[in-house]
């Protein structure tokens, strides 16, 4: 029988862990004074389970469990009834060993996970860490994992959940999911908390969002898994505390009743447009299955007719892919022509660029003013042959070129031997990242018009690359 009914201390097993925090927050307490106690929580859970049983991944459990699967019983409340008392045969069970989960020594049970609301057989690799299907947990981790599908969101027809190391994430996380659970299960609809996006770097940006309004930042995983054997893969992306704060400072608020403009809001102005518009430049579509049939959704008529701007996280958006998956926006930001403010807020907080190597590519840009002698030249004389450049070793020679050029016209260099060495093509960085940095920083000096963007879009067609992926 369990002794420890303590659940106050976190556990390293991402599965157990959720579990364990839907449990404080569906009991709202984390310590126990008998087993009977919990034992009453466990019975309110294992009756929305036992009596609320659906194949559909809508459901926050498999039909295929053990204890849940009509093999067992056709009758409901005989189900239920053996429900608990294979639990309470878990709980009086007490082996020797260690707890796969949190390393707790004996006084362990053995446990099937095909009797566990999360999977369908013993071929789902998604539950133990060594894919096994009989192992030794503890009597809290079992407990835990029974609660874990109450904690999670359906992301794109799985599970998804996150473990962040900020506990205040971890409780705003799990507060939110057990009030909609508990909405679900009285006005009798699934379960499981359904996120509405079939996008999981879509759902990982949303989630970014709303943590940043209520001010809460940290380091965050997020894992996707599949409850059922065939595909059962699990994905798993890290975001960092720096990228909620960066959309934190550019981006605070979504836009909800009328779209953005990049005058107003530069960052949701881009991620509009990527949602909006794929790579041919036609308005994206979705495709959603209702009543048993799937439907073309089109970008035009839901977001843009209907004005329900939040629905644009519903379509593929490149911008937020690469933003999720921690890849470079620059060559987003050259080809949207993005100022150097928003450059200079992206390198600094999540490429963690020097503030001198910022400080000298943008004089660079500056002093080459001292050539402008009209914006079209300037355009074709000055930035296009930068544009052009294929390789490390082409944009060192049009530098010298450049160089060249300065000293000839102001008597002043363009850069000194150590700018070029530690700051402008230093070892061990991206020649494209410096190319990148000097071409939005040279067009935030000219005055963008109609005409110029039109000259730079018939120059260089291939202008930054294709951005669909």
């Not at 095909?114 to 299907?133: A, D, E, K």
């Not at 893969?233 to 890290?238: L, P, Y």
């Amino acid at each position: 029988m369990m002794n420890e009914l303590d659940f106050s201390k976190p556990v390293g097993d991402p599965i157990v862990e959720i579990g364990r925090q839907g449990l404080i927050v569906f009991c709202k307490k984390n310590q126990f004074t008998n087993f009977e106690e919990l034992k009453k929580a466990v019975e309110k859970l294992f009756n929305i389970y036992v009596f609320k049983t659906s194949g559909r991944i809508g459901q926050i459990f498999s039909s295929n469990s053990k204890f849940t699967h009509n093999s067992t019983s056709n009758n409901l409340n005989e189900r239920f009834r053996q429900s608990i008392e294979l639990y309470e045969t878990l709980a009086n069970e007490s082996k020797d060993g260690y707890c796969l989960a949190c390393g707790k020594k004996n006084d362990l049970c053995s446990v099937n996970k095909t009797i566990l609301p999360l999977t369908t057989g013993n071929s789902n690799v998604n539950f133990t860490s060594n894919f096994s299907n009989q192992f030794l947990v503890c009597k809290k981790c079992m407990t835990s994992l029974f609660f874990a599908p109450s904690n999670m969101q359906k992301v794109a027809g799985r599970m998804a959940f996150l473990i962040s190391n900020n506990n205040d994430i971890n409780k705003y996380w799990s507060e939110q999911n057990i009030q909609k659970f508990n909405i679900n299960t009285i006005k009798q609809d699934d379960s499981l908390v359904d996120s509405k996006t079939n996008i999981f770097e879509n759902f990982i940006y949303e989630t970014m969002y709303y943590l940043q309004k209520k001010g809460l930042f940290g380091d965050i995983t997020f894992y996707l898994i599949s409850n059922v054997d065939k595909e059962s893969d699990i994905e798993i992306i890290h975001v960092y505390e720096n990228q909620i704060r960066f959309i934190y400072e550019v981006a605070p608020d979504f836009f909800k009743d009328e779209l953005p403009t990049s005058s107003k809001n530069e960052w949701n102005s881009l991620i509009y447009k990527y949602s909006s518009f794929d790579s041919n430049n036609a308005y994206r579509t979705r495709t959603e299955t209702i009543d048993g049939k799937k439907v073309i959704v089109k970008f035009q008529e839901e977001v843009v007719q209907n004005k329900n701007f939040q629905a644009t996280m519903k379509y593929f958006n490149p911008l937020i892919n690469s933003f999720i998956q921690s890849k470079s926006l620059l060559r987003f930001f050259v080809k949207n022509y993005s100022s150097w403010r928003l450059t200079q807020i992206y390198l600094r907080g999540i490429r963690g660029m020097r503030e001198e190597r910022l400080k000298v590519l943008k004089s660079i840009a500056e002093k080459l003013q001292a050539l402008n002698e009209g914006n079209k030249d300037f355009l074709k004389k000055i930035i296009f042959p930068i544009e052009k450049t294929k390789s490390q070793g082409e944009l060192r020679e049009k530098l010298r070129e450049l160089m060249k050029k300065i000293l000839l016209k102001t008597g002043q260099p363009l850069y000194t031997v150590d700018d070029m060495v530690f700051e402008i093509l230093p070892n061990g960085e991206s020649w494209q990242e410096t190319k990148d940095i000097l071409l939005i920083a040279l067009y935030g000096e000219l005055t963008l018009d109609d005409e110029l963007k039109e000259i730079l879009e018939n120059d260089i067609p291939n202008k930054g690359e294709d951005l669909d992926e």
